[in-house]
């Protein structure tokens, strides 16, 4: 088995506890300060993952090396890495300033530098003139910048975020995610940030992986894995979505009633997704923009959200949900209204369905 050509390189990376394999061969290079997100549900295998590489967990089988430096047997303290808990991991007896200098401490590091990689790693984080602060007197948000700046001022080779930001109230969530970004962005380090929230991967990461069951399912950017997944989970996952039966066979495919194109080599029952605010309902049943597909559906249920119009369009049994941007002064469509779906058909996504 051979490294990859990451900076950071993970070859066949497996965890078992007896049978079941809670990490599978994972394969994957992270370049040099990229920000990579690990995303998934609970239980694929991400957090595993991440702590095998931090050396919390030993691998059962598989490569870790970064730099070119191989560390799958190196023991955790050695391993120039700095974590980020989804706890903070803060100790409550100790200042800001003890907290964040207590790594640089256990390295042996001199006062003098300690004193001033701290201030420089307290400033990073904006939290200067709380350094004599006990994390109980700080807010959620403020806890966690102390927890990253503790993480920075060891100045590791990789930085490790499991889940930072998910006790955070959503207000918070949308502060931490820029000010991670933004330090990890000035530093140029290398990072992965573990996530259950596809928002968070999305608007982050240089690069998102996307977990299941304990195998790797797909790794693009931000907008290869929106715009062109590769299988059903990660279109499922991976932003909303409508999930659809149909049936191709002789190059077409047959859904609610209409005869559409259907990708080469897919025959028999397949899954249809589309996300719901690439499809564009009228409320004149003939109308369909050339070169798109269509499809007559009755209005199940509206719904005005402020911002958008969602509706529940029931197509021969099978509910599609659409979404349309308000602009003020639309006419809600009431429910048993006839209508017209359309999209095109590159927002069409055509998957065998799962045996």
Known sequence: MTAGTGYLSLS????????????DGLDLDVPRGELVAFLGPSGCGKTT???????LVPATA??????????????????????????????PHMSVAKNVAFGLEMRRVSRGEIAARVREAIAL????????????QLSGGQQQRVAL????????????????????????????????????????ITAIFVTHDQGE??????????????????????VELYEHPRT????????????????????ALELAGQRLAAPSGISGTVEVMIRPHRVALAADAAVVAPGHHGVAGTVARATFAGDILQYDVDVAGQIVSVEAATRGGERVLE?????????????????????
């Open 125 to 136: 984080v904006h939290l200067t003139g709380k350094e004599e602060h006990r994390p109980g």
């Open 62 to 91: 598989g490569r870790i090396v970064v730099g070119g430096r191989e560390l799958t047997e190196v023991p955790t303290h050695r391993r120039d890495m700095g974590l980020v808990f989804q706890s903070y991991a803060l100790f």
């Open 232 to 251: 059903a989970f990660v279109a499922g996952f991976v932003g909303r979505t409508n999930r659809l039966k149909a049936v191709a066979r002789d190059g």
């Open 12 to 23: 066949g990376l497996t965890k078992r506890y007896g049978e079941f394999a809670a990490v």
């Open 149 to 188: 700046a503790r993480a920075l001022v060891i100045r590791p080779s990789i930085l490790l975020l499991d889940e930072p930001l998910s006790n955070l109230d959503a207000k918070l969530r949308d502060e931490m995610r820029n000010e991670i970004r933004d330090i990890q962005r000035r530093l140029g």
């Open 201 to 222: 991967a999305l608007t982050m990461c240089d690069k998102v992986a996307v977990m299941n069951a304990g195998r790797l399912e797909q790794t693009g950017t931000p």
């Open 335 to 355: 429910p048993g209204r006839a209508v017209m779906l359309s999209w095109r058909p590159q927002d069409l996504f055509v998957y065998a369905s799962a045996r």
């Open 49 to 55: 993952s991440l702590r095998m590489i931090a050396g």
